[in-house]
């Protein structure tokens, strides 16, 4: 797997932060933002406009610092808290009714400016995972090399992907194992 290949598949909260890799940001272009949102297009509305990437860098590095603080079980920074608030006011959600030919239905829909928008519903994602009592269960890959996030399904998870770093680490612990029987025969 290409380590550069955003990780998804964990709170869109999480996934947000983890565009923040050790290899540098996925997030560092409006088509890199265009590509990701595409990658989450059964949790994000729309393709994003150019000018959203910067209000959602801001999301995610208040979303970051917030999180950090949270899983240790601080009080986060009240700028972080005010500034996912706010970003959330830019585009208040407002339930709205359609009728899809047999029933009302009731979903979420943005106001406010278009660049607004996508900050705001990954703020509202930030501010759910936050107030959630699972969020002091988030680890860090144990990998040497790794920073990603992950909301472990078991408890014995340690890698944020089998494939990625589960498989990385394992394989290095092999040639280790069989370096070191090169070197000593008489085992």
Known sequence: MDDAAPLTGE???LDLV????????LLATPDDLRKWQQLQADRLPDAPPEDALDAVRTVREHTKRALDRVREGK?????DLDALNDAQLAAPAIKALTWDGKALIAANRRTGPPASRLAAHLAEAATE???DPAVTKIRQCEADDCVMLFLPAHPRRRWCSPARCGNRVRVARHYQRHKLDEKDPAQ
């Not at 983890?18 to 940001?25: E, S």
């Not at 009080?75 to 700028?79: E, G």
């Open 75 to 79: 009080r986060p920074d009240p700028a």
């Open 11 to 13: 709170p869109l909260a």
């Open 129 to 131: 995972l936050l107030a």
């Open 18 to 25: 983890n565009t923040l890799t050790a290899a540098g940001d």
